[in-house]
């Protein structure tokens, strides 16, 4: 059964389609949603409220990012909870579906780009190595 889903939003066409996909779940299994936006910490900093807020992604625009799910939840008939917390995005998604209890996390994905794939990883695979739950990504 699928009682709890945790979907990661920032907004962008990936998180729209995570969004969308957690919404028809949430119909077909009557699953109650959580939408987490992160805003991410500068470079250098660790865990969900530690470290400088980036301030090209601030608190402010992912409370924008929560109420843009809120509406398109709302016009699907989705009742939802919606969490803004600040840290690492894949840390801090992980985090909250385990204090959620989520039973799938849903996260979208975007093909990177050179440079950040030799730089990092992804926020969806890290969410896939970090979770305790199923995982969802989205393309």
């Given at each position: ?54 301030s090209t992604d601030t608190p402010k625009m992912h409370i924008e990012e929560l109420h843009h799910a809120h509406e398109y939840l709302r016009g699907e008939g989705v009742e939802a909870s919606y969490e803004g917390a600040v840290g690492d ?51």
């Amino acid at each position: 059964m699928m009682k709890s889903v945790l979907v990661g939003y920032d907004d962008t066409d990936a998180s729209k389609r995570a969004l969308e996909r957690a919404a028809a779940i949430a119909k077909a299994f009557g699953s109650k949603i959580v939408v987490a936006s992160i805003a991410p910490i500068a470079a250098g900093g660790g865990g969900r409220s530690a470290g400088p807020i980036d301030s090209t992604d601030t608190p402010k625009m992912h409370i924008e990012e929560l109420h843009h799910a809120h509406e398109y939840l709302r016009g699907e008939g989705v009742e939802a909870s919606y969490e803004g917390a600040v840290g690492d995005p894949a840390d801090t998604i992980v985090e909250l579906a385990n204090t959620h209890g989520a039973d799938l996390i849903v996260v979208g994905t975007r093909e990177p780009n050179l440079v950040e794939r030799l730089l990092r990883q992804s926020v969806s695979d890290s969410v896939a190595h970090k979770a305790h739950c199923d995982v969802l990504i989205v393309h």
